[in-house]
């Protein structure tokens, strides 16, 4: 991205002032607001308090019931609560069997895990840029990977997809890629908690071998640190629950012998990715509120579309007519370039206004692990570059009021000297 100097107009330093001399004379420090946060009350609380007094408190009778309430709510056969969404990730990425030298494709706009899952077990990572519209992989652009790779001799072993920001993957023409070229996908769902594609809140397992989620708090719902995989494959779910517990089964049909109720046996190595009960209970309280946090998040994002919408300094996040979207994220793009204002004096600005924006994301293949070690360079995804030097994440979150709505986007127009 080029450094630009910023050029902040007279606009927007009088407001700056104005606002200095206001907090000044209220005396009051301003309200600042993140791009998103967790919504915690008192039967969340009540939920946890009730199970920290159990015998068990590390993952037992609570997290299985959470377990089925995922299925249920996600419309799964199967569920695995994990430590977070990182080991949910690593967990899919054993389960399927990837193996060193096997290439695995994602977007380069995602969170590292997503591609770091593949490193983890010595796969190869390659991206395919995203659709400029959706901002999710691009099937048009993947099959294109996919053949390069065949043209060399190599079958793509999976693909990662990533439903960013909440917003659906094109599943149908991943699901037609996938008949076609025989690969393993998953759907990388962390964002997507309460999306719908085709009228579907229920279609992760639905077109992937696996699906995972993070709890983290500024996810739709959280345990503090969480995660789960989803997955209609019962031989995936036996092994995802076998390697979350250090590789040790009980199970009958796998032991080699029997030296009584205790005894347990080891086949692969796994790790203790396992979560506590009482974050379960969270979990659970938590899950009957989601519809109720989308419902929240909707009208946020309906909010910043009007605002923002008519101004041609922005593009706002476009929705396919074949999904609804879960708004895990609000990804604004405000066109720094044509304003001639340079984004990194922009955060800071917005920031002394109280507004704390994040960017999702720096395009995983500009991250120096993967320039170094896989050969990316600028260039190699333009779109992805680009939405990169655009996109802003602002806040969205169910606690948000009308008047924090107004605060915040009069002060992202304010900021950029706009009125
Ligand atoms: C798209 C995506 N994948 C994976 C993860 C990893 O989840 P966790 O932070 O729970 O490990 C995240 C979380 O930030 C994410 O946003």
Same mark, same amino acid.
């Not at 200095?20 to 301003?30: A, I, M, V």
């Given at each position: ?30 309200k600042t607001y993140y791009y998103g946060k967790q919504t915690i009350d008192s039967s969340d609380i009540n939920s946890v308090a009730k ?36 080991? /949910? ?5 054993? /389960? ?8 695995v494709i994602t977007s380069p706009i995602t969170f590292l895990a997503s591609a770091n899952c593949a490193i983890f077990v010595g796969a190869?990572?390659?991206? /395919?840029? !995203? ?63 309460? /999306? ?87 979990? !659970? ?127 992202? !127009? ?6």
């Amino acid at each position: 991205m080029k450094n630009k100097k910023s050029k902040l107009s007279k606009q927007t330093l009088q407001y700056r002032n104005s606002l200095k001399k206001q907090q000044k004379t209220d005396n009051r420090q301003p309200k600042t607001y993140y791009y998103g946060k967790q919504t915690i009350d008192s039967s969340d609380i009540n939920s946890v308090a009730k199970i920290l007094p159990s015998q068990f408190i590390t993952q037992g009778p609570v997290s299985q019931h959470f377990e089925n309430e995922l299925c249920d709510y996600f419309g799964s056969k199967y569920a695995s609560v994990a430590a977070n969404g990182t080991a /949910a990730l690593h967990l899919i990425a054993l /389960a399927l069997g990837w193996k060193k030298d096997d290439v695995v494709i994602t977007s380069p706009i995602t969170f590292l895990a997503s591609a770091n899952c593949a490193i983890f077990v010595g796969a190869s990572v390659d991206f /395919a840029d !995203i659709d400029n519209r959706t901002y999710t992989i691009d099937p048009n652009k993947l099959e294109e990977k996919i053949k390069y790779y065949l043209s060399r001799g190599k079958k793509v072993k999976a693909v990662v997809a990533v439903d960013f920001a909440g917003h659906p993957c094109n599943w149908d023409a991943l699901s037609t890629l996938k008949k076609k070229y025989d690969f393993q996908l998953v759907n990388d769902f962390c964002h997507a908690l309460g /999306a719908e594609y085709k009228n579907d809140i229920q279609y992760g397992a639905k077109y992937a071998d696996a699906v995972n989620l993070s709890f983290h708090p500024v996810k739709h719902i959280t345990t503090g640190e969480g995660g789960a995989v989803l997955t209609n494959n019962p031989e995936v779910d036996k092994r995802i629950k076998i390697l979350r517990t250090h590789g040790m089964t009980k199970d009958e049909s796998l032991l080699e012998k029997n030296d009584g109720p205790w005894y347990y046996e080891m086949h692969e190595v796994g790790f203790n990715y396992r979560i506590t009960d009482f974050q379960c209970a969270l979990g !659970i309280s938590q899950l009957k509120k989601l519809n109720k946090f989308i419902k929240k998040r909707r009208e946020i994002a309906e909010y910043y579309d009007r605002f923002f919408g008519e101004r041609n300094e922005f593009i706002i996040p476009y929705v396919s007519k074949k999904v609804k979207h879960a708004y895990h994220l609000y990804p604004l793009q405000i066109k720094f370039d044509e304003l001639n204002i340079n984004k990194k004096d922009y955060y800071n600005l917005l920031k002394e206004l109280g507004v704390v924006f994040q960017v999702h994301y720096i395009p995983v293949h500009l991250q120096p692990y993967y320039r170094k070690n896989f050969g990316f360079k600028p260039g190699d995804f333009p779109i992805a570059e680009k939405f990169y030097e655009r996109e802003v994440s602002i806040p969205i979150y169910p606690t948000l009021t009308k008047i924090d709505l107004t605060k915040i986007s009069r002060s992202i !127009i304010n900021a950029l000297g706009l009125k």
